[in-house]
C-alpha cells in the first residue's frame, strides 16, 4: 500500500510573518510619501505688496525663493545670506540651470536700493525667469 505523504502532517500551516512584514512596510512607505510636503523656504515675518492682478502659481520644487525683509536682510531659500553669498548661488544656478524659476519675496517696506540690488545680482548672472511675490486676498488666504 503506497503512503500519500500529506495525510499524517496535521500541523501546517501558513506563516503570518511575511504577511505582516509586507503590510508594515507598505504602510511606511505610503505614510512617508503622503507626509512629503513641500518645503516654501518663506521668511515668516514679511509683508507682501498688496497686488490686484496676481496670479496662482502652482508649487514648484525647483524653485528657488529669495526673500528681502523690512531691514533690507536677504534670505537665500530661506536662510539668511548676504549679496555675495547670493552671487555665488547664482553663478552655480547659472552654470546648471539658467531657465531656473526664482521667487523674489519682498516686504513691502523693504528698502527699494536693495530690490535693486538683488535684481542687479539677478541680471548680471543672466536669470531672467524671476517672479515677484505679491500678496493677494484670493490666493493668500
Known sequence: ??????????????????????????LIFFLVTTMLKKDLK???????PIS???LEVPPDDT???I????????YYEGEASSIGVLLDELRSIEQDDPDRRIRLDT?????FYRFV???DALSFRNLRNVG??????????
Open 63 to 65: 524653485i528657488v525663493a
Open 67 to 74: 526673500a528681502i525683509d523690512a531691514e533690507g536682510e536677504i
Open 132 to 141: 515677484v511675490r505679491t500678496y493677494h486676498e484670493k490666493y493668500d488666504k
Open 52 to 54: 490686484r492682478s496676481s
Open 1 to 26: 500500500m503506497s503512503r500519500n505523504p500529506y495525510e499524517d502532517d496535521e500541523d501546517v500551516a501558513l506563516s503570518m510573518s511575511p504577511l505582516i512584514d509586507c503590510v508594515f512596510l507598505l
Open 107 to 111: 516686504d513691502e517696506n523693504t528698502p
Open 42 to 48: 518663506e521668511v515668516e515675518h514679511l509683508n507682501l
Open 117 to 119: 540690488e538683488v535684481l
